[in-house]
């Protein structure tokens, strides 16, 4: 039970991450004011703030690894 609360918790975050470099490349997002309820609202707009948090710290993370090089 714990491995599968786990799994889908690093699940959710790879999903966000995944928003995330979607936004930063094209500029699309989640029409997050289509979301009716102000609550379940501010809920995904922290969630994908996480992943804007993961996606960044990825990028950082990368780019001091010799095994990663960028590309122009």
């Given at each position: 039970?714990?491995g599968?609360?786990?799994?889908?918790?690093?699940?959710?975050?790879?999903?966000?991450?995944?928003?995330?470099?979607?936004?930063?490349?094209?500029?699309?997002?989640?029409?997050?004011?289509q979301?009716?309820?102000?609550?379940?609202?501010?809920?995904?707009?922290?969630?994908?703030?996480?992943?804007?948090?993961?996606?960044?710290?990825?990028?950082?993370?990368?780019?001091?690894?010799?095994?990663f090089?960028?590309?122009?």
């Amino acid at each position: 039970m714990l491995g599968k609360l786990v799994h889908l918790g690093f699940d959710a975050v790879l999903i966000s991450a995944f928003l995330a470099g979607i936004k930063r490349s094209t500029g699309l997002t989640p029409a997050l004011a289509q979301v009716p309820n102000k609550d379940i609202r501010q809920l995904l707009r922290s969630y994908l703030e996480m992943g804007e948090y993961v996606f960044d710290f990825a990028v950082v993370f990368f780019g001091r690894s010799s095994s990663f090089e960028r590309k122009h």
